[in-house]
């Protein structure tokens, strides 16, 4: 949604409950995943699928012109589930004991991309290539906008010393194209399902709620 939004196009969202998906979602999503976005009554499915087919076909273009620069953007793009998944399994961390193997695997992969940043960009951002949003940026905000909620009270840390990876989700979380992008409810249901998991982080929240 976030892509649809930069590019400012019309449409419906119809939101469903993954705990119990629909047939008719069942029948149009191959693995049963969100998202899907249904064109001309043909189904499309896989974020960056969906990002990619939308760049094709509705301006603004939102990859770099240069084809070098699009094609090391479309590798960090890669990069999103193995980043995704530690950043997920730190969310998840169950205790206070198990969080600084959780918290050296995110700073791992979180290096990466400061690195990245620093090498790659050439401006002062704040976002992935510069000042404006792009799909790279659209790849990562979803996670990085969680990061921010849940370091918000947990204050692990583990953004600390990653100054372009600060700036970067700071700018994602305060554009209305990500913002926007989730549900109004999202937060207190984010939040609340780390409560309901007893994650750690849900635990840090739950205390701040007495
Ligand atoms: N690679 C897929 C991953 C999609 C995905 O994992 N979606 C999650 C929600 S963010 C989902 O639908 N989970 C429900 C399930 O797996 O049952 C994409 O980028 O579209």
Excluded at 172 to 192: I, P, Q
Aim: charged residues 25%.
């Amino acid at each position: 949604m976030i892509v649809l939004r930069a590019k400012t196009v019309e449409f419906q969202v119809t939101y469903i409950d993954l705990s119990d998906k629909p047939d008719w979602f069942l029948e149009i999503s191959p693995h049963g995943k969100v998202p899907v976005l249904v064109v001309d009554g043909t189904p499309l499915f896989e974020s960056n699928a969906i990002a990619e087919f939308l760049e094709e076909t509705v301006d603004p273009p939102l990859h770099p012109r240069d084809p070098v620069q699009r094609a090391r953007n479309r590798a960090w793009t890669d990069f999103v589930p193995t980043f995704s998944d530690d950043v997920y399994d730190l969310f998840w961390c169950e205790n206070e004991a198990e969080l600084p193997e959780r918290l050296a695997a995110a700073r791992e992969r979180i290096a990466k991309l400061e690195a990245a940043i620093a090498e790659e960009r050439g401006n002062d951002g704040p976002y992935f290539n510069g000042d404006g949003i792009s799909l790279v940026d659209a790849a990562y905000a979803p996670f990085l906008h969680r990061l921010a909620i849940v370091e918000e009270k947990a204050k692990t840390g583990v953004l600390d010393g990653f100054p372009l990876v600060s700036a970067w989700t700071d700018a994602l979380v305060s554009d209305t194209c990500v913002t926007e992008s989730v549900h109004e409810s999202f937060r207190d249901r984010f939040v609340g399902n780390l409560v309901s998991r007893g994650c750690y982080a849900g635990a840090i929240f739950a205390e701040a709620a007495e």
